[in-house]
Each structure stands twice: as C-alpha cells, then as structure tokens.
C-alpha cells in the first residue's frame, strides 16, 4: 500500500515470550536501518535480550489495515491520528506476547 509515496512496513523482532513490533511508514527504506536499532534498543531497555539475532521486516501490500487495528486495540487511538499526515516517517512500536490472540495475526503478514 502507498500512500503520499510513504510505504508501509511491518517489523518483529523475536524475543523470550513474545516479539517487539513496529509498524513503520516511510518514504526512504534506507531508515529501516535505524528502526531495528531503535526497536532492539528499547526492548533491551525492557530487560530482552535480542538472542537469537532474528528481525522480520514485510513490505505491507495488503494488510495495513490488520496492523493498524491491532495497533488501535492495543496502544488506542493516538497513535491513528499522525497516519493520515505522514509525508516522511512513522513508527508505532509495541510489545506482544507470543501467545496475544493477535500474534498469529501478525505473524501470518510476515
């Protein structure tokens, strides 16, 4: 999905019990770089450590939706309101539990 030439992505990092997820807009993948760093460092700062050294990234063609839902069950509706003024970059990052109903959901995109 492209909107504004912003492109869509979503990234997991597996950690013990779960992942750490981003959803990502972007207008130059080349940042995708600094968003792993970025999601690793603040899931070590939640005491995770980043082992095996694993990180999911999918372009979203389809599924933005399923990711923006999950998003809006799980963190509320603030971080919907940026989505429509994005020009360059948005990240939405969150911790999931492996065994959240909506991991499997997630996964299944990558």
């Given at each position: 999905m492209k909107r504004h030439g912003v492109e869509h992505y979503l990234v997991s990092i597996p950690l013990p019990g779960g992942y750490m997820h981003?959803?990502?807009?972007?207008?130059d993948k080349n940042i995708l770089e600094r968003v792993y760093d970025?999601?690793?460092?603040?899931?070590?700062?939640?005491?995770?450590?980043?082992?095996?050294?694993?990180?999911?990234?999918?372009?979203?063609?389809?599924g933005v939706e399923i990711v923006r839902e999950?998003?809006?069950?799980?963190?509320?509706?603030?971080?919907?309101e940026h989505w429509k003024k994005i020009k360059d970059f948005h990240l939405t990052a969150w911790l999931m539990t492996e065994d959240h109903p909506d991991t499997e959901r997630l996964m299944e995109l990558h």
């Open positions: 981003g959803y990502v807009m972007t207008n970025r999601l690793i460092h603040e899931a070590e700062c939640r005491g995770f450590k980043h082992w095996p050294p694993m990180i999911l990234t999918t372009h979203l063609d389809t999950i998003i809006t069950k799980t963190q509320g509706s603030k971080p919907s």
